[in-house]
């Protein structure tokens, strides 16, 4: 399917007079070329009679499709681009996409009625007020009664394709968040998009069965985000999602909603104190925390054995780094801290910790950037821009898609595990360890891809200035073994990264930073990423600030120092 050629639209204008009809028709034209035989018959009849719509009623059903109803007073229909509303109106009626006076609910019909005409037609006092005057005209009088009144006095209108546009636009963009407001965004520049070849969906058959099951599976997913309670109806509702779930034959896509449905139903079981049907959900679940959520509770149960069998097959073999991690670590004693320098304060804590140690650090001539996770996900999204947006089946099934499918699935490197290879090594001759060679391939990126919607890449921080920055005083080989090591762990590794990259006052030196409170302390994510980034070789530190003296509360602000140490934690 081609790309939406991009309209022409400016800032402060009104659209073309077709603008909104051809982004309708588009819509729909890509899915009768590329769903057609699995849509349901209320969707296609939509798709199908759309396109031999007249120019003003195509004109009218875009603009109501993007209003609020679903019920719309027709006196309301005011548009420029619609030239004989009447009979447009007419048209969509006869063809069954809408719907005029029928037999709506009274209370949305009442809202479209203004207040003074409400005192006019029901004889209300002058002083009534809608908010009072709605529920006593819904208590004395039936549903019938109040459209019969009504229908003397104003013609309305309800949408009869609201679901079938509603499913359209689902299978056009891939998830219920994106409408057609997004083309506005993009033909106004605010929003590029990567390109690439589209492929079908790896559920996807020829059949109408093969859609109705991946819509019956979302149903069941959907239901899983409602799991937030702890009594009984929560509980039984897990339980059944649970089972429903588990022995679902399912595509590589659809495991991965089916996984996370299933976790989601395995906390709400811990929660309402079921762990044995908890343990049967995160059984049933093929990515992590589910093996890690089964051993810490199999030992809460005192299930030690079966909980130390389970970890052994972790440590054999892990599904990611972070389960790896685990694995080492559960009941064991913690990996020793990174280097901790501890500042007491001499005043109240400031507000922005981070801000406030960077503007301390600076004070010798570096520069300190509070950057967190934009630095290792940005840097993989650059470096790594040709794996991340190779064609792979499966891998773009839409239009507008910010990412691959599976940028964040457990297995996305394993999937492309013979193309990051080839990649790293073509990658290492070519920079030959060169930083001027790295500096040039990052420009390159800024030149072709500057502005494009990457989920992995900040464009704010990441420019030239930056880049320059940035290998001034960070060794090739420490960037390039960060991204590599991202690049294999997007799931694992979203958050965590140290808060400050601390670079300088000399070049070559650089240092990574967390920097805690006198009430925090370093979670579990933190933990691992800087036991990595030792790994890696990055030079790590704990910036610790302590509370101060209860003499000096209420002072400005202020440190003095303790001398930097070496800390252990016991697990």
Sequence with gaps: MDWRAPQTLTAGRAPPPD??????????????DRFLPLLDSDTRHFTLTLAELSTDAARLLARLLSRKGPVFREDRLCYDEVADQARALAELSETGLI??????????????????????WFNLPPRARKRDVLPTLLGRHSDAQLRARLAGRLRWLSLCCQGAFERCQWLYFGDRYRDLSLFVTEDLGLLRYPRYRLSAPDWLTESPESLARHLQLRALTACSHRLTGVDGRSRALAAALAARLKPLALSREQSQVRDRALLRSGACLERAQAPELALAAYAGAYCHPAR????????????????RTLQSRINASPWCAAEADFAARFQRRRRPLPRTRSLTLLGATPPRIEAFACALLQQ?????????????RGLTGLLYWPIIYASLPGAFTRPYQSAPNDLHWPDFARHRNKQIQRFERSLQRG????????????????????????????????QSSFIDLLLRHVPIDRLLGLAAFVIRNLDGYRTGFPDLLVLGPQPARFELLEVKGPNDALAGHQRRWLAELERLGWPVQVLKLKAPPAHALGTPAALKAAPARSGTGVG
Excluded: M
């Design 19 to 32: 603008y909104y009809a051809a982004n309708l028709r588009h819509l729909v034209a890509a899915i009768n």
């Design 99 to 120: 719907r005029i006076n029928g037999p709506e609910r009274a209370d949305l019909l009442l809202e479209q009625a203004l207040l003074g005409e409400l005192r006019c």
């Design 292 to 307: 890690e959520r089964q051993v810490r509770l199999l030992w809460r149960l005192g299930r030690q054995d079966a909980a």
């Design 364 to 376: 010798d001539g570096s520069t300190a950037l509070h950057l967190e996770n934009h630095l290792p």
């Design 431 to 462: 920079l030959n360890g060169d930083p001027d060679r790295l500096r040039q391939l990052l420009y390159k990126r800024l030149e072709q891809h500057q502005g494009s919607a990457n989920p992995l890449v900040h464009w704010g921080l990441w």
